[in-house]
C-alpha cells in the first residue's frame, strides 16, 4: 500500500461527518484493540482506524509479555505482592535520584506516583476480562524474574510476567497470536476495524471539545469519523520520525524495531489540541544491528536476547567496555557513554564478536539474535578466518559506513588490544567470574542468555572461552530504541491534558504515543504492555462514562 503523507495537524471544525460512532480508537496494536474490545464490551459502538494496511504495529513484532502486578495466578498460589511494595519497585527504578521511601508520593510528583497505582490497581482487572472473553487468553510465567529481581524493593521479584497462552515454547511469537486473538474477538463482537487510514487531525465542536477526526486513505479520500462519546489515541510513539528523535531523545539513536507506522502521529495531532508534552527525552531502548537499522530494515528487531556464551562486546580499540548480558534497555545505554575530553560518542557501534562454538550452537532465528542460522540472512556478520582478517574486515565495513556514523573507525591498535581482551575474558570464563563487568551474576542475564552448547561447559553459562583459532565473526551493533514512551500526558484514566492539567474534551490516550511515568526505567518483560492493557481499560472505562454529544 502507497504510504499517507502528514498534512496539517491543525484541528478541523465541521457540523458533517461521513461515519460515526460513539467510540473512535486511532492504532491497531494492542493499545488500540485493547481500548476498541473493552469500549465495545460496555455496550458502545466502535470504529478502530489503523494507518497500516494491516493490524498490529509494534505489537506483531513483540514476544507480548505482559507485567501484571498481583495477577490472579500470584494470588492463587500465594505469592504476596503488596501495593506498598510495588510502588516502591517502580519509583525506585523509574527516578533513582528522586525516589525517597518515607515521602507519601515516593518522592515522585503525584501524576507518577498515581500512574503506578492505576497499573497495580488495573492491569490484573483488564487481564482478566480479555482472558475471560476470549480475547486475550494467558499462561503464568512464574519462573520469569523482574529485570532488578535482586534490588531490595522489589517483594515480588518473579510471578508478575504473563504470556498469549497460544505462544510457541521459546514464547517469542506471543505478539502475533495476541494481534490474532485479539482483532478476532474485536470482529466477532462488531468494532468496525478499517485499516489503510492515516487520521490527520481531531475535528472540535463550537465548545472546543473533541467530537472526531479526519483521516485521509491511500487513494486520496479524506473521511470524517465522528465520535459520539470520545477519541482514544493508541498510534504508537515517534521512533520512525528522524526529525522527532533528533529533536527530542537525548541520546543520538540510528533507529529502532517499531513498526514503520510509528512516525509520532500524535505528538502533533494532540499538540495541535492543546496537549502537553512530557518525557519526550525517554524510549524504551535496545541493543539493535547498525547496519539493519541504516538502511532501514522493516523487520528490524531489537536484540532482547544477546546468544553466544564465547561471545563478547568491543569497542574501537578492541576493548570490553560493558556486561553484554545485561537486560536489553540497561544493555543499551552502553553505547552512549560521552567522552568529554574528544567530545564524541566512543561506543556509539561496538562489535559482537564470537567463534565457531557460538556460530554452531548459539544461532538463532529469534529475539532479535545477531547470531543468525546458516541460510538466514547473515549481511550484517563480518567474517575472518583469523582474528586478523576479522579485523580488517570490521575496519573495511566501519568505513563503509564512515559518512553515517560520524566517522568512527578502528584504532590503530585494535587487533593486539583484540587480543589481550579474549586473553583476559578468557581467564574469567575458565573462573566463573567477570571481574570487569560481572556477566553472569543477575537473575535476568542467566534469562536472556539464548542458547548455547551443553557440552563442554564452564562454570558460568554466560561465558565459555573463545577459542584461539578461526573461524570468527562480528556484527556491528548500536544502540536503539523499541519504541518512544514520550507524549501528551495523560490523566491515569487517559484523558489528555492541556499545560494547566485540564483534560482535553473527548480526547485519551493509550500506550506509546502518549507520555510514560516509567520514565527511564524498564521494570520489567512486558512493562509496556501490561502498563498498556490497564491504561486501556482505565482510559474505556472513563469514554464509555461521557454523555454522547
Known amino acids: 500500500m502507497p504510504s499517507i503523507s502528514r498534512k496539517s495537524a491543525a484541528p478541523a471544525r465541521r457540523r458533517s461527518f461521513d461515519v460515526e460512532a460513539d467510540i473512535v480508537v486511532v492504532g491497531g496494536g494492542a493499545g488500540g484493540l485493547a481500548s476498541a ?82 497499573i497495580y490497581d488495573n492491569a490484573s482487572p483488564a487481564t482478566e476480562l480479555l482472558a475471560k472473553k476470549g480475547a486475550l487468553e494467558y499462561r503464568h510465567c512464574d519462573f520469569v524474574p523482574d529485570y532488578w529481581a535482586e534490588l531490595p524493593e522489589d517483594k515480588a521479584p518473579k510471578g508478575r510476567v504473563l504470556l498469549p497462552k497460544g505462544a510457541r515454547e521459546s514464547m517469542s511469537d506471543g505478539g502475533e497470536v495476541a494481534v490474532r486473538t485479539m482483532s478476532d474477538r474485536a470482529r466477532a463482537d462488531g468494532v468496525d476495524i478499517r485499516t489503510g487510514h492515516r487520521v490527520q487531525r481531531t475535528v472540535l465542536d463550537d465548545d472546543g ?3 472526531g477526526i479526519e483521516a485521509d486513505t491511500a487513494d486520496g479520500r479524506t473521511i470524517a469519523f465522528r465520535a459520539a462519546k470520545a477519541v482514544i489515541f493508541a498510534s504508537g510513539g515517534f521512533t520512525h520520525d528522524v526529525a522527532l528523535r533528533k529533536n527530542f531523545l537525548s541520546v543520538p539513536v540510528f533507529g529502532g ?16 489540541a492543546g496537549a502537553e508534552l512530557r518525557n519526550m527525552n525517554y524510549a524504551w531502548m535496545c541493543p539493535i544491528v547498525l547496519e539493519k537499522a541504516l538502511a532501514d530494515d522493516p523487520a528490524l528487531i531489537g536484540t532482547f536476547s544477546p546468544s553466544g556464551d564465547s561471545m563478547i562486546y568491543v569497542d574501537r580499540n578492541g576493548k570490553r567496555v560493558t556486561n553484554e548480558k545485561l ?22 557501534v561496538l562489535a559482537a564478536i564470537w567463534d565457531r562454538r557460538s556460530q554452531e550452537h548459539s544461532a538463532s532465528d529469534e529475539y532479535g539474535r545477531f547470531i543468525v542460522p546458516e541460510g538466514a540472512d547473515d549481511r550484517h556478520v563480518i567474517k575472518g578466518a583469523t582474528l586478523a582478517e576479522l ?22 591498535n585494535f587487533e593486539k588490544n583484540l587480543a589481550a ?53 562480528a556484527a556491528l551493533l548500536t544502540g536503539g530504541n523499541l519504541d518512544t514512551k514520550g507524549g501528551p500526558v495523560t490523566s491515569p484514566d487517559g484523558q489528555v491534558l492541556d499545560h494547566t492539567g485540564t483534560p482535553i474534551a473527548g480526547l485519551y490516550g493509550v500506550g506509546n504515543c502518549v507520555a510514560s511515568a516509567s520514565a527511564r526505567a524498564y521494570w520489567a518483560g512486558g512493562a509496556t504492555l501490561g502498563p498498556i492493557l490497564a491504561f486501556a481499560y482505565l482510559a474505556a472505562n472513563a469514554a464509555n462514562a461521557e454523555s454522547r454529544h
Open 209 to 211: 471539545r473533541v467530537v
Open 421 to 473: 581482551t579474549i586473553e583476559r575474558f578468557n581467564g574469567f570464563a575458565r573462573e566463573g567470574r567477570d571481574l570487569d563487568f560481572r556477566r553472569g551474576e543477575r537473575q535476568v542475564e542467566l534469562l536472556f542468555n539464548g542458547p548455547a552448547a551443553e557440552s563442554p561447559a564452564a562454570p558460568n553459562p554466560t561465558m565459555y572461552p573463545i577459542a584461539g583459532e578461526g573461524p570468527y565473526y
Open 391 to 412: 579485523s580488517r574486515n570490521i575496519r573495511a565495513r566501519l568505513e563503509k559506513h564512515a559518512g553515517r556514523i560520524g566517522g568512527l573507525a578502528l584504532s590503530g
Open 327 to 348: 537486560a536489553y534497555n540497561e544493555s543499551a545505554q552502553a553505547f552512549f557513554a560521552w567522552d568529554p575530553a574528544r567530545s564524541e560518542y566512543p561506543n556509539l
Open 37 to 118: 474490545l473493552f469500549s465495545r464490551w460496555h455496550g458502545n459502538s466502535v470504529v478502530l482506524l489503523e494507518k497500516a494496511d494491516e493490524l498490529g504495529g509494534t505489537t506483531r513484532k513483540a514476544a507480548f509479555w505482559y507485567w501484571v502486578p498481583n495477577n490472579k495466578h500470584m494470588r492463587e498460589v500465594g505469592i504476596e505482592d503488596r501495593k506498598e511494595d510495588c510502588l516502591r519497585y517502580m519509583a525506585r527504578l523509574s527516578r533513582p535520584e528522586a525516589y525517597d521511601p518515607d515521602h507519601p508520593t515516593l518522592g515522585m510528583s503525584q501524576w507518577e506516583y498515581d500512574s503506578y497505582a492505576a
Open 257 to 272: 524495531c517499531a513498526a514503520r507506522s510509528n512516525e509520532g502521529d500524535f505528538v502533533h495531532i494532540g499538540s495541535a
